[in-house]
């Protein structure tokens, strides 16, 4: 008990990342650049972002997750259609409402054709905010992919010393591997704690853990991290009488928080999930002094990457991925919780759907919409599914 | 009202040609020893295949196909029974729900794959469309990886090149492993001298309509030719059939014939065809005396009217380029802005239409931003959304008026050389 007291509770830890996240701006991201000459920030759309090579080039990665439900969106909608997700419009009202202004440039994935445009769109409209594309590779493959990649990193690291008035050295870039390696490697065991004890670390408390990395420099988030895990570890908690569910399909616009907490209310231990799955993204830790750590990022996005569907990995197939990670997180059961209109989500759900059919595995399948603020709905949905599981 | 008729020899020709297409894929599927690739439109590399003599099958073209006949909507919904959203595109929908319905077509049965060839250019739904043909045939799939043009010059870069010439490498192994037999160079670079050949001859089709009258419309005719296009690229009848339509399209154009009696409005449209309702969405146009001189869906598999043209010399070079470059479907959205503000001042036209499609969110995300860089620069600009396949998203009368009131209203306002319209 001792040792506890001297840590922060877990509580007050996921209180300041609340606060934080709610917070409109950047203001961490503005601290640490005017801390030091030669630091910009940029900032990342969803999912995964090369962050270690931006950050060894002087250049804070700030991740962009969408408006929430507290935004109005009166301009971006005239710009994208309706049966555009969210997040592409939100991010867009954002630049034009001047919420992005602290940002010195904005980075896009090739991870659906409305991100694609977005990139395009977003640069018209703002001509003097440098804009960046990185194309990932699709050929997992392909031998020449994990040289193709390097290049493609090497490419970005000249856009972001651009941005910064700073060169990375090969030193620089492992350090940040270093770094967010650590991050990782917390993350990793945040989620193994959550899914041995779920009573212990709810995910509406996880979810900020993670999410607040977005706006913190990468020493100060591993530190939070630590602190939470420490203070997760030696809870003490008791176990209640709920399913255990894996949820998938949010890997992009992200749900509400409050959400998030009407899952787990309706009866649902989350055993894991992809929310900011680019937060986390490798399966171990990215190799941290070999000669060209451009060509090991690449390498670690190409063999040693969770699954997500904006990759497309031929070699594996997702949905039989799927039904081994219920088994092996001992799920009763999966949810797979998608944001309307999100192509590569909707997409993936028939191959879902066949493969947990046929493994005995009961799903059930939602959309959201990162502004909705009424739960009720949704959570007597997942009541519901609950009920018919325990009193099956 | 005026109404447009199809009774040239090219419409002959391309019919015949099609039916003869369509035979040898069910001849395919019955057993007759040809392979079948499946591969996408988006800057097609199909001369490769020809070098194999592997057919082409273009689910893309297949579903389209499904929709002009009217025949897609069952498909889709027994997709969407399997779990498709209504969301998602659905051409992956008609074609997935025709897979599974036993590959049984009006105009062919479609023979299962030998090999899956998702040429990834640009449309990240071709990946999720092939991961599923893959995942329910039992088949891998070869990913041709094309890096999206993202470079201020809008040119692929040095490396850009490199890594798709090495994956070409890669996937001429691959159709040797189906074939059996090595690559016949000679046979590749006759393949490609057609292709050649076909683009160019496609090129001078495409500057016909910058007369006045524009010989044939651009949008309609055009997107009608674009199955021989792709589907007989390649080949000595895909030659005769665009020489064939070159000379009838040049007579008519030196002859002042257009397709309309009168050339009232002369316009550029933007996004794929509502193909399920293709003949109500072109008297919407034609009923006006409006003619689309440029288009750019007709653009898809290749921008061979901007100068591309493929390299017998460099075969497998020029085919890296047309994946990369030379296709709309590769080029970042901005890029298509420009391609478009050719149209509208080489092609002499004084209104863009845009037809937002749901399904086809490469083309339509961010149109609207679009309809607002062209319309603060003048140009009358009009969106309307339905769909290239789904028939439930087209609403006649709503459209109808739609286009009723954007011509009305441009009829006496001044076009852009100030002259009334």
Redesign the interface.
Known sequence: MSTQTLSPGIEALVERCDRLIEEPGFAPAVAWKNAAPNRAAIGCFPVYTPVEVFYASGVLPVGLAGGGNRMEIAHADSRFQSFICSIIKSTLEQGMTALLDDLDGVVFHSICDPARNLASVYSRNFPNTPVEYIHFPQNFEAEEAPRYLRDEYERVALFAAELSGRSMTTEDLRAAIRIYNRVRDTIRRLYALRRDSPHLLRTRELYPLVRVGHLLPPEEHAELLADALHAAATREGRERDRIRVVLTGSFCEQPPLDLIAAIEDAGCYLVDDDFLIGRRWFTGDVPENTGDPLLALAEAYLDASLPSPVKHDMRVSPARLLVERARSHRADAVIVLCAKFCEPSLFAYPTYRKALQEAGIPHLFLEFEEKMWMFDRIKGEIETFVESLLFD | MTETHYQGKLHHLQKELMSEYYAALTASANGSGVPAAYLLIGGNPVELLRAFDILPVFPEVNALQLAVRKQSLPFIQS?EF????S???AY?KADIGMYFGGRQTPFATIPEPSLLLCN?V????Y??WF??L??FTGQ??F???I??I?TASGEP?K?DI??VL??LH?LIGRCEEITGRKLDEDKLREAVRLSSLTGDLWAKIKHLTKRTPAPYDAYFDSVTMMAPLYCLRGTPQGLEFFETAYAELLAKAEAGVGPLEKERFRYVIEGPPPWPHLRAFRDMFSRWDAVAVASTYSTVGGLWEFGFTHDPDHPLESIARHLLEWNLTNR???QR?EQIERYLEEWNANALIIH?V?S???F??????MR??FTKRGVPTLLV?SDLEDPRYFSEAQMRNRIDAFFESIAHRPTREGVTA
């Open positions: 997709a399997m779990g498709y959203s969301d998602n595109c992956v990834y640009g449309c990240n739904v990946l999720d991961g599923h893959a995942e891998s799939a990913q041709l990886d890096p999206f993202r870069s490396e490199a890594y090495r994956q890669h970042n959205f901005l802005y937002s749901k086809c969110r490469l339509s995300a961010g149109q609207g931003d607002e860089y959304e």
